[in-house]
């Protein structure tokens, strides 16, 4: 079982709904990920918090807002997401932020936009 | 720029048998780390090793082996007496220093080698 956990394992929505992923991690990290996956690719890095603050954006669409409310949870917050969104978000984290860490994945939400 | 090229997109064994999964890095930085994932079908990214640019003893993990060349910038896995449970995309990374972020590590993914093990 991984230890880093999110939730919910799929998730179908449409494009005016608002819904959130959650990842949860009790490693002790101090630096936690959000990924987005299209299938056959490797993950994209989103965002990177570190500290529980928001430290890379990597240029990703406003619709997709993340929230670190402590240093064991993260959310990613969605609102009036594209087709082209639907992919598998990943979260990850790790120890601390720098090059030598190793970052621990969980399972992954599979989203799906209508 | 830093890069990761798999060159095999898909490889196909038939169980008991040995396979190479190749890895070339392409990067400015004299220091730097390299990793494996592993991602079965369910979506998990499970992370296999972590070798320094400055370490390049190969490494033995029961079946699993990494050949680290500098000379060559290359960090090939290999996977003895495959088994069915291997079945799954193989992710070579590099870590790059972002220029934004100082010392803050950046995950650079090669496209992946999926790998599929039959009976």
């Known amino acids: 079982d991984t230890e880093v956990t999110q939730t919910p394992k799929h998730l179908v929505m449409g494009m005016t709904n608002k819904k959130s992923l959650k990842c949860e991690q009790h490693?002790?990290?101090?630096?936690m990920y959000w990924y987005k996956q299209k299938a056959k690719k490797p993950p994209e890095l989103m965002f990177v918090?570190?500290?529980?603050?928001?430290?890379i954006n990597e240029s990703v669409p406003s619709r997709f807002s993340p929230e670190c409310p402590n240093s064991s949870l993260l959310n990613l917050h969605l609102h009036a997401l594209q087709p082209e969104d639907s992919a598998l978000y990943l979260c990850?984290?790790?120890?601390?932020?720098?090059?030598?860490?190793?970052?621990?994945f969980g399972d992954g939400t599979r989203l799906s936009i209508l | 720029a830093q890069k990761v090229t798999q060159a095999q997109t898909e490889i196909s064994v038939v169980e008991k048998e040995d396979v190479t999964l190749d890895c070339v890095y392409e990067?400015?930085?004299?220091?730097?780390?390299l990793f494996w994932y592993k991602q079965p079908p369910s979506g998990e990214l499970v992370f296999l090793i972590r070798?320094?640019?400055?370490?390049?003893q190969n490494e033995i993990s029961g079946r699993y082996s990494w050949n680290f060349q500098k000379s060559t910038s290359s960090f090939n896995f290999t996977i003895t007496a495959s088994q069915v449970v291997d079945s799954a995309v193989y992710f070579c990374?590099?870590?790059?220093?972002?220029?934004?972020?100082?010392?803050?590590?950046?995950?650079?993914f090669g496209k992946g080698t999926k790998l599929s093990v039959k009976p």
């Open positions: 990850a984290s790790s120890q601390g932020t720098t090059v030598s860490q190793p970052q621990h």
């Open positions: 490693m002790g990290h101090r630096a």
């Open positions: 918090y570190s500290y529980e603050k928001l430290s």
């Open positions: 990067t400015r930085d004299t220091t730097y780390y």
């Open positions: 070798r320094n640019s400055f370490d390049e």
């Open positions: 990374a590099l870590s790059e220093a972002l220029p934004h972020g100082g010392s803050q590590g950046n995950l650079i």
